[in-house]
């Protein structure tokens, strides 16, 4: 019922290597993409609300120079920008976690890199 007697347990049923360390070329898999995801859709939201603040000239908008990039955001604006990133990158990775889970959880599956 303890941490350390759940780890003797599966070191003891399916073995160190098996059982133990089932399922981590995933995780390796899991965590690069889901900060891809997360920063990709940070950066495009954040940029998005930076064209909202720019002047326009007639019907086109004024064209950016970098200290306009710069432009700061408010903190509505940085917590929407965040909370998007972080709903699709979750979104993108939930079913290869689910897939993870379940290959970690199943001792009949071999292991496999």
Known sequence: TSIA???????????????????????????????????TVNDTVREALRRRHRPSVGAEPAPMVYHERKAQLSSVELLISGSLAGA?????????????????????????F
Do not use: N, S, Y
């Open 5 to 39: 007697g759940a780890l003797l347990h599966i070191a003891r049923t399916e073995g160190i290597r098996d059982g133990l360390f089932k399922g981590l070329m995933l995780t390796w898999m899991k965590a690069p993409l889901t900060t891809a995801v997360g920063f």
């Open 88 to 112: 699709c990158a979750k979104t993108v990775i939930a079913p290869g976690d689910r897939i993870k889970i379940i290959f970690q959880t199943d001792p009949a599956r071999p292991f496999t």
